[in-house]
């Protein structure tokens, strides 16, 4: 029995365009993200982690299981955060306060976190991501890392990996990384945020 499946993505292909094209989803998630899914399938057969939630997995397993399955929890968050509607591109409620009170201003969030982003050797994700005590931190993780390894909260990430711009954007990855805040949909962003764990 397969214990995970590709996400369904919330808006259809084409819709984040042209901050993303159809082609790099039809790759990163029809061809990468799946690849994953189908790896960690595999792995989980006879495995004594089988059948448990994907993020006890990452905080428990080791070697390829734990790349796998990291790179779906990454995926899962990264692909959910996204709206071609053109929405609350903007933070709100509770969490554009403590952006704010954190940083400075939104302005000056968005600087860091690209500059983190820009800045990553190799492959790998940028996170915002909130503490035990609520405060705010951006990180970077190597590979298929994801804060809840830190015990961190992850509310938003920007990948990295050049499978995630290469076709649109080349080596361009800085520019990638300034247009993606046209398509973050803030809400997703918000209630990952406020909801208690
Ligand atoms: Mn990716």
């Keep these: 029995m397969e214990q995970f499946e590709l996400m369904t993505l919330p808006y259809s292909p084409e819709a984040l365009e042209p901050v993303i ?21 595999g ?11 994907l993020e006890e997995i990452v905080l428990k397993a080791e070697g390829g299981m734990l790349n796998n399955a990291g790179q779906i929890l990454n995926h899962n968050l990264y692909f959910g955060q996204f709206s071609g509607k053109q929405g609350k591109t903007t933070p709100i409620g509770t969490l554009a306060e403590v952006i704010v009170r954190d940083f400075g201003s939104f302005e000056a969030f968005k600087e860091e976190f690209q500059k983190k982003g820009a800045t990553l ?33 992850p509310l938003l990430t920007f990948d990295v990996w050049e499978h995630a711009y290469y076709l649109d954007y080349q080596n361009r990855r800085p520019d990638h990384l300034a ?19």
């Design 21 to 41: 094209s159809k082609e790099t989803i039809a790759f990163h998630h029809g061809k990468h993200l799946a690849g994953y899914v189908n790896n960690l399938n």
């Design 43 to 53: 792995l989980l057969e006879g495995s004594p982690l089988a059948g448990l939630p």
């Design 121 to 153: 050797f190799g492959s790998g994700w940028v996170w915002l991501s909130a503490d035990k005590d609520g405060k705010l931190v951006i990180t970077q993780e190597t590979n298929a890392a994801n804060p809840i390894q830190k015990g961190l909260k």
């Design 179 to 197: 247009a993606l805040w046209q398509i973050v949909d803030w809400e997703v962003i918000e209630e990952r945020f406020t909801v208690k764990d």
